[in-house]
Nanobody
Framework: VQLVESGGGSVQAGGSLRLSCAIS????????MGWFRQTSGQEREGVAT???????RYADSVKGRFTISQDNAKNTLYLQMNNLKPEDTGKYFC?????????????????????WGQGTQVTVSS
């Protein structure tokens, strides 16, 4: 399984970015996919997840501003980020995993996921 993120960059506060995660070699019918972020010196934290049944979970800090979505035909996961704030700055990672125990309201915990991308940097200036 390979995950490759793109779409990061530098924006001013209030701006928008859309992250993409191209996923290959992934054949689970029940799965969880998600976006996580990490700033220097901090633990990686969950931002948003989406399950194979379509249920979505967001971290409280991004609710109403970020939208996670997937295009199954393109095997791509997205994160639309609007009204960005300086505290959104960090390296963003996509993650995925699957199997019988997955597929419904996926946790924001990094412990759930075995497959990770290399990350893409997002910098928001004030």
């Amino acid at each position: 399984v390979q995950l490759v993120e793109s779409g990061g960059g530098s924006v001013q506060a209030g701006g928008s970015l859309r992250l993409s995660c191209a996923i290959s070699g992934y054949t689970y019918s029940k799965y969880c996919m998600g976006w996580f972020r990490q700033t220097s010196g901090q633990e990686r934290e969950g931002v948003a997840t989406i399950a194979s049944n379509g249920r979505i979970r967001y971290a409280d800090s991004v609710k109403g501003r970020f939208t996670i979505s997937q295009d199954n035909a393109k095997n791509t996961l997205y994160l639309q980020m609007n009204n960005l704030k300086p505290e959104d700055t960090g390296k963003y990672f996509c993650a995925a995993d699957g199997g019988p125990q997955f597929g419904d309201l996926c946790a924001l915990s990094t412990l759930l996921y075995n497959y990770w991308g290399q990350g893409t940097q997002v910098t928001v200036s004030s």
